[in-house]
């Protein structure tokens, strides 16, 4: 599972890396209101991200909302993005299989109270960067920024080309055996 974790989280930093390269070269004189709502998500993600880390931590997050009252200049969410996303990937190579397990309770920012697993909580925050990726992806696709090619086989098989020559020392295939009635 520590593999898997460190992928998804490399993963995630690369897709965010692209969606900021993208917002970059959009124009904002004929695109202001879509890139102030891809900031926005994006500052939504970042915010969830942070307080996920607080809980993981087990420490105050200071945050009475998932996201921010002022937008973030793009620059400013670049850095604090990239910040968090290296906390991710030092964090999940740091834990045990045991720490991964182990349930943390946490307030939600509405006051609600619940608990997860360590693991739940990264997953959580991989999947929910996804999902807003997805949205920020809609918004860019109406606009004449380039789209990113957010998946993670594209991002695996970009930083490892050598899965596209399926190497015979790293990979032997598996035949389908089709559904068994």
């Not at 996920?52 to 937008?71: I, K, M, P, V």
Request: hydrophobic share 40%; net charge negative.
């Amino acid at each position: 599972m520590h593999a898997l974790f460190n992928s998804f989280f490399n993963y995630q930093a690369w897709a965010n890396r692209a969606f900021f390269d993208a917002l970059e070269t959009l124009d904002r004189t004929q695109h202001e209101a879509e890139h102030h709502q891809a900031i926005r998500l994006i500052n939504h993600t970042h915010v969830v991200a942070q307080i996920f880390a607080a809980h993981l931590l087990g420490r105050s997050h200071g945050y009475t909302s998932d996201n921010t009252a002022e937008t973030p200049e793009l620059a400013e969410l670049r850095s604090a993005v990239a910040t968090s996303d290296q906390w991710y990937l030092d964090y999940v190579r740091s834990i045990t299989p045991e720490q991964r397990c182990e349930k943390i309770a946490f307030s939600f920012t509405d006051g609600d109270k619940g608990y997860m697993t360590r693991e739940e909580m990264l997953a959580h925050v991989t999947m929910h960067g996804g999902y807003h990726r997805g949205e920020i992806g809609r918004i860019l696709a109406q606009t004449s920024a380039q789209l990113p090619w957010d998946t993670f086989a594209v991002f695996l098989h970009q930083t490892q080309p050598n899965r596209r020559l399926q190497d015979k020392l790293e990979f032997a295939p598996i035949p389908f055996q089709g559904a068994k009635n």
